[in-house]
């Protein structure tokens, strides 16, 4: 594994945790808590809340380049919440050396760590960075989009991310985090439309490599893409996969998410680079061990849903043995569970009317 390394000297001091409020239920209610969940429902599936909090005690994050394939490479980003001293970096982002050049996946959570990146590549390869590929368009993914857009790179998304990109939501968003994640977001930071607006899956050639786009959304988000090199053997998952821990579930479609899994299991993966946390060299392990936390998080709460078991009752009855040693269990399966709960209560009101 070849790493390279670049810091960079600024730092400050601040909060920012508003990342995916919208997909996240609290069973107790309480805006302090919502806002945490909130924050942590996708960047940091991967971190124990102290820990995150010592990685702001520290200076700017390194950004390193780490080798997955002989053309691929992603840097990762840190297990903590977004802040003004981390520069948002709290998802990854990776990329393919092709042959005529360099196509990258998620583009970072602010145009800062964008440049930053496309400052590594360039200490690896000459060729241009010709074409940046969106898994979804949630703000630590895709802050970064302007800055490869300025210099002349191609953005490529799922056309069901334009609902949410044009949304009040996503604006608020933004105005949230020019102050959460000042002076990394601010007044000129934008939220990037594709150039190209990919229906459902499709293959392409990009600077002479074959990328399979795969929608395996809805599931984190509507869009969710999942970007398969063949000639790499590495599967990019966006925020589908974790590395040996578990998810958060929050609002998303766990019944399609499984589907999602299922179908990238088919991929003879060598590497899989998540949207968090470091790549998996073992991505069977890893995908199962995440579509069988979910199966078992729907039958459980599927079950006391159906039968009208109060939710309390039914957490406490269940055996969790086999995910309690999985990190991220103590911290995220209460809240997995009870928004569990909603949804297949939701599901069987459906299954009601039907
Ligand atoms: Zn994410």
Redesign the pocket.
Known sequence: MKLVEQRTACAQVGSGAR??AANVASPVSGLAQLRAWAGLA??AFLVVLHAGAATAASETPPMMLQQVAPNTYYVQGLAALGSTKNQNFI?NSGFVIAPKGVVVVDALGSPALAQRLMDQIKTITDKPITHVIVT?Y?A??IYGLQAFKAAGAVIIGQERAREYIYSETAKLRLEASRTDLAPWIDDNTRIEPADQWITGSTTMELAGATFQLDLVGPA?TPEDLAVWVPSEQVLFS??LIFNGRLPFVGKANSGHWIVALDQMLQYPAKAVVP??GKASADPQKDIILVRDYLKYLRKTMGEAANNLVPFEEAYDDVDWARFAPVPMFKFANRMNAYNTYLLMEQEALKGIKE
């Open positions: 990342m995916h996708c960047a998802s979804h949630h630590d993914h984190h966006g925020d949207g968090h």
